[in-house]
């Protein structure tokens, strides 16, 4: 089974403090995806890599960077926290060839 | 702007019904449409996948049926049960291997 691992599940940090989210697939896949996810907003897509080293923003990237220096892992990166982004947030990854997704388990984010 | 219009936002059905989700896009180079459903404290999961070439694709109790020329799908649950209460997601995405646009979520509660 594809397994995709988050770091924390629920997290809990202040205003303007650096917050890393990690994420890590055991399946070899190329793709990697950041996401969060909010009521009636759905799935929003922040961040993608293709491959390691490279990255592409998605449609709400602002007050977020990634870091993908192994292929299994991949950062999310809140500079400085604001109250904004609280949400939770998916990382999800897929073949370089396939639409398939498979999603990790989610961190709640909290930002007081 | 949101690309993949979903709907209704919330719905609950009796035990046995039929559950129906709708699903409306604006991008003809959209080439796949799938749906995926989230239990609360988990990622979301591929559920079932359609491609343009077909209007109806079955697996079990779930069915999407894709109408191209009015750019909408929609995925029924037949007989559905209470372990089906689960957020539905629909999405779509342009080719192979490239980021998926969500919709905003059809939560479901399916009574007993």
């Known amino acids: 089974d594809v397994k995709v691992t988050q770091s924390s599940r629920y997290l809990v940090k202040r205003t303007g403090e650096k917050v890393f989210l990690e994420c890590v697939q055991d399946m070899d896949h190329e793709n990697m995806f950041w996401y969060r996810q909010d009521p009636g907003l759905g799935l929003r897509l922040i961040y993608f890599?293709?491959?390691?080293?490279?990255?592409e923003k998605g449609d709400i990237p602002e007050g977020y960077s990634v870091s993908r220096e192994k292929k299994e892992r991949f950062s999310l990166i809140l500079e400085s926290a604001s109250t904004n982004q609280t949400s939770m947030y998916l990382c999800?990854?897929?073949f370089g060839g396939g639409n398939e997704q498979f999603f990790g388990p989610g961190t709640r984010l909290t930002v007081l | 702007q949101q690309q993949v219009k979903q709907s209704p936002q919330s719905l609950i059905v009796q035990k046995g019904g039929i559950s129906i989700i709708n699903c409306a896009y604006e991008?003809?180079?959209?080439?796949?449409f799938p749906w995926y459903q989230q239990f609360p404290g988990k990622g979301p999961a591929l559920l079932i996948a359609?491609?343009?070439?077909?209007s109806e694709k079955k697996e079990g109790r779930f069915t999407i049926s894709f109408n191209k020329s009015a750019k909408q799908f929609s995925l029924h649950i037949m007989d559905s049960q209470p372990g089906d209460s689960a957020t539905y997601f629909c999405?779509?995405?342009?080719?192979?291997?490239?980021?998926?646009?969500f919709g905003a979520g059809t939560i479901l509660r399916v009574k007993s």
């Open positions: 359609i491609r343009p070439d077909v």
């Open positions: 991008n003809t180079a959209f080439d796949y």
């Open positions: 999405a779509a995405s342009k080719e192979y291997g490239n980021k998926l646009v």
């Open positions: 999800a990854s897929s």
């Open positions: 890599s293709y491959d390691v080293k490279m990255k």
